[in-house]
C-alpha cells in the first residue's frame, strides 16, 4: 500500500470494492455474511460443551471452581476491560493489569485493543450507524448479531486508543491474544481441576467451555438488556436504561443509563444497596495498593441530571393536564352582560374578573347548592377567598377548568393586570406549558379577605 500508485491498474479498484456488510444478503452469499470465526467461539464451542457435560458428571468442587473462575473472568472484563482500559475510570498497578489481562483474556471476548476501541465507539456514537453494537438494529444484534456477523469496520466509529497503545500490557496482550485465550480459557481451569482433586475433564468442560459461555453470556447483556430494559432516571435521550436484573446478570455494569451519563466515573451504581460487585472489586483493590486515583463525579454534577431528567418527566405529565383556557384567550365580557346571562338562568359566577360556567358544577359544590347559587352572577372574589370560605387549592385548580370569559375592567379586582401577570410571569416548561404552582392560580388571592361584618 505504501508503494506508488501503479498508472497502469486501474484505479482505487481494491479500495472501492464494496463490503460484503454493505451488500444485500441472499440465498446465495448469506454464507458469505456470516463471521465463520465468531460463530464457532461463541455458538459452535459452547454447544460442543452442552453435548460434552452429558459424558461428564459434575462434581461439587468444580462447580464451586467454575463460578470462582466465572467471577475472575468476568471480572476481568468488567474492572479491567472496561472501566480501567475502555474508560480509564482508575489507575492500576503493573501487577493488578497484567493480572486483569489475564482474566480478561480468560472470558474469550476479543484483545483488551480490540474490544475497548468498540466501545469507545459505542459510547461516542451510541444508537447511530457508527456503534458497532447498536440496540436501534435489534436486540438480538446488539447481543451478539453484531459478532456473528460480519460488520465493514470502516462503518464503526473512529475512536482514539493511543493511550491503549502505549500501555506494555495491552499491546502484549493483543500480539499473544490466541496464546491467552487458550491458556487463561481452558488450561488454567483445567489445570486447577485436575491437579487439585483430579478432575481434569470436568475443569475443561464446566470451568472451562460452559463458564466461557455463561461469562460471554452475561457481558454480551450489557450491550443488549442494558440499552433495552429498566430506567431512564440520568438522561431519556439515548437508549442505555438501569435495571437490578441486568446489573445481577453483568456483575454490576447494569446501571447503564447513569453509565452513560459519567462513564468515567468507577462506579457504575452509586447507592450503597445496589449490586455493583465491580465497584467493590475496584475499591477493595485500592485498599490493597492496587488501585489508586479512582474518579468519581460530584454528587452535585450528578443530581442536576437527575433533576433535569424528573423536571422531563413533570412536564410531560403537566402537558396531558387540563388547566383551564389561558386567560388571553378568552372572550371579554361586560358586566352588565354578565349580570344578564346568569339571571336567565346561566350558571355564571365571576371570581376575580375571570367568569366561571359552574351550571353542571352547582349539584356538587361541597359547600352546598345554596352557597354557590348565591354566588352567581356577582363578583365572588371575596366569598370564594375567605369571605364565607377561604377555598383550597384544589379549588381554585377546579375552578380554572370552568372558565368562559373575562369582565371587562374586571370589577373589584383588576383583572387584565392579572391575565398579563398569567401571560408574562409564570414559567414555561420546555413544551410551553405555563408553570402553575400550588397557590398560583389568578383566582386566589394571597391573604383570606375578611366579610364585613367580621372586621
Ligand atoms: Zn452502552
Ligand atoms: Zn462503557
Known amino acids: 500500500m505504501s508503494s506508488k500508485p501503479d498508472a497502469t491498474r486501474p484505479r482505487a479498484a481494491d479500495t472501492k470494492k464494496v463490503h460484503i456488510a454493505d451488500t444485500q444478503m441472499t440465498r446465495q452469499n448469506w454464507y458469505k455474511h456470516v463471521n465463520w470465526l465468531n460463530v464457532t467461539f461463541i455458538i459452535g464451542v459452547p454447544i460442543s460443551g452442552c453435548i460434552q457435560a452429558f459424558f461428564v458428571p459434575l462434581q461439587l468442587k468444580t462447580a464451586i471452581w467454575a463460578v470462582i473462575y466465572y467471577f475472575f473472568t468476568g471480572l476481568g472484563i468488567t474492572a479491567g476491560y472496561h472501566r480501567l482500559w475502555a474508560h480509564c475510570s482508575y489507575s492500576a498497578t503493573l501487577p493488578m493489569r497484567i493480572w486483569l489481562a489475564l482474566v480478561g483474556g480468560g472470558a474469550v471476548e476479543g484483545s483488551i485493543r480490540w474490544w ?82 483430579g478432575d481434569w475433564y470436568g475443569g475443561f468442560v464446566y470451568a472451562g467451555i460452559l463458564r466461557i459461555f455463561f461469562v460471554q453470556q452475561a457481558t454480551f447483556c450489557v450491550n443488549s438488556l442494558a440499552h433495552w430494559l429498566g430506567d431512564q432516571p440520568f438522561d431519556d435521550r439515548n437508549s442505555p436504561r438501569d435495571h437490578i436484573i441486568t446489573a445481577l446478570v453483568t ?40 488501585a489508586y486515583d479512582l474518579k468519581q463525579f460530584r454528587s452535585n454534577e450528578i ?100 372558565r368562559v370569559g373575562v369582565i371587562r375592567g374586571g370589577g373589584e379586582v383588576e ?18 406549558q405555563r408553570i402553575i404552582r400550588a397557590g398560583q392560580q389568578v383566582t386566589k388571592m394571597p391573604e383570606p379577605i375578611p366579610t364585613a361584618d367580621a372586621a
Open 116 to 197: 475497548a476501541r468498540d466501545h469507545r465507539a459505542h459510547h461516542r456514537y451510541t444508537d447511530t450507524d457508527k456503534d458497532p453494537y447498536s440496540v436501534r438494529k435489534g436486540l438480538l444484534y446488539s447481543h451478539l448479531g453484531w459478532m456473528v456477523m460480519k460488520q465493514n469496520p470502516k462503518r464503526i466509529g473512529r475512536t482514539d486508543i493511543t493511550d491503549l497503545n502505549e500501555d506494555p500490557v495491552v499491546v502484549w496482550q493483543h500480539r499473544n491474544y490466541i496464546k491467552v485465550v487458550i491458556t487463561m480459557g481452558l488450561i488454567v481451569p483445567m489445570l486447577v481441576a485436575g491437579l487439585g482433586w
Open 251 to 290: 456483575l454490576g455494569e447494569g446501571y447503564h443509563n447513569f453509565h452513560h451519563e459519567f462513564p468515567s466515573d468507577y462506579r457504575n451504581a452509586i447507592e450503597w444497596h445496589q449490586y455493583d460487585p465491580t465497584k467493590w472489586t475496584i475499591w477493595t483493590c485500592k485498599q490493597l495498593g492496587l
Open 303 to 402: 443530581e442536576k441530571g437527575r433533576v433535569q431528567q424528573l423536571q422531563k418527566k413533570i412536564d410531560q405529565k403537566r402537558a396531558k393536564l387540563d388547566w383551564g383556557t389561558p386567560l388571553d384567550q378568552l372572550p371579554v365580557m361586560e358586566w352588565d352582560d354578565y349580570v344578564e346571562q346568569a339571571k336567565n338562568g346561566r350558571g355564571l359566577i365571576s371570581i376575580a374578573g375571570v367568569v366561571h360556567d359552574v351550571t353542571d358544577f352547582i349539584k356538587d359544590h361541597p359547600g352546598g347548592k345554596a352557597m354557590i347559587k348565591s354566588g352567581l352572577g356577582k363578583d365572588a372574589t371575596a366569598m370564594f377567598n375567605g369571605g364565607v370560605y377561604y377555598h383550597s387549592n384544589g379549588a381554585h385548580n377546579l375552578l380554572s377548568t370552568m
Open 415 to 432: 383583572i387584565w393586570k392579572r391575565a398579563q401577570k398569567e401571560n408574562s410571569e409564570y414559567v414555561r416548561d420546555e413544551t410551553g
